[in-house]
């Protein structure tokens, strides 16, 4: 469960960035191939106890950016996705990170 890791990384992440300050939620984003589910288990398992445990967490799905190997289009997708101008097969040249932070808010002092 390699996402735990990843998710561990980003905790720490958004945790330098925010300091003790709490978060109230989190925009993670994950590439096509990344099981939302777990990536939720695990955050809630990496942040207990911190000041992002409370934040509610929303992951977002970013393509990859594939490029044809029939007509050469560059487009967005998952690594099976076919080309929307010909159908053909595309090849990923810049992948969507597994699990990156994507946006935050942090709670306003009372």
Known sequence: MHERALVSKTAIELTSVTGLDRVSRVTLALSPETDAAVVEEAWR?????????AATLTCITQDHVLQCLECGAEYMGGKLSPCPSCGGNGLI??????????????????
Do not use: F, H, K
């Open 45 to 53: 398992v990496v942040t207990s106890g911190t000041p992002v445990a």
């Open 93 to 110: 040249i810049d992948p969507a990170p597994e699990v990156a932070l994507d946006d935050w808010v942090v709670e306003e002092p009372l």
